[in-house]
């Protein structure tokens, strides 16, 4: 996979670049993923008859990092906005506009950001780090679609066979909440079927449905027990759906 081959590289040039710790730990289990989502943007990006480089194209990142870059490299004449928390890693270089927006108050529409059109939005590994329900936060990103406009949204599956293993060994599978505010780490992670719902609740459709083993095990038994579910789809770790407005 030529995306693959490139993310990889990618991936190489942060962990040797003037990162932290934290960030480059970030970018070694986040290669595959992005791989596979920006090729699920490209898809879309195809359907909306947009140029290889984007030209008249516009994309919205939400939760702005490392990816909102790669989007910029990858179609370098798109335009590029972000919503969420500010990042430093995303310069002005990388996004036309940035919107500063606590996800959470989408629970209060009078305090919603005007409606923007867009032709695809982009949630990867948001909706699991948030308080308020998960439809509400849908149906916000929904003003911020154009008509027919395109969700690619990924988050990790809450009942991959990892997960289910540690449960029956009496182990919580879920990471304790961390004292940052802004990023307290997973809520409430979700399943396909959750997923698909939550998006016919905020009127949104699906189009596709992706199971994918993009997160590493980190150990060569995880390793094996993920190649293990080729026949078990809904125990792999990783979900991305593509929702249309």
Known sequence: MDTLRVMSVWENDIVRGDYTDEEKRYAKNSWRRFA??????????ALKGSSQDGTNLS????????????????????????????????????????????????????????????????????????????????????SLMSKNGFLVLSTPNAVDIIKRLNILRGRNPYEMLRECLHNPGHIREYTLRELTEIGSKAGLKVRTTYLA????????????????????????????IVFQA
């Open 213 to 240: 083993n993009y997160f590493p095990a980190n150990t060569a038994l995880g390793d094996i027990l993920y190649t293990s579910t080729y026949a078990f789809p809904w125990l792999r770790n990783g979900i991305t």
């Open 59 to 142: 994309i919205l990142d939400i939760g702005p990092h490392f990816f909102t870059a790669l989007l910029r490299k990858r179609f370098p004449a798109a335009t590029i906005n972000s919503i969420g928390y500010y990042n430093q890693l995303c310069t002005s270089a990388t996004v036309n506009k940035h919107i500063e927006f606590d996800l959470a108050n989408t629970q209060f529409p009078e305090r919603w950001p005007a409606p923007m059109e867009h032709d695809i939005v982009v949630m990867g590994e948001v909706i699991e780090h948030l308080y308020t329900a998960p439809w509400l936060v849908l149906r916000f990103v929904k």
């Open 36 to 45: 596979f989502v920006l090729e699920r943007v490209e898809e879309c990006a």
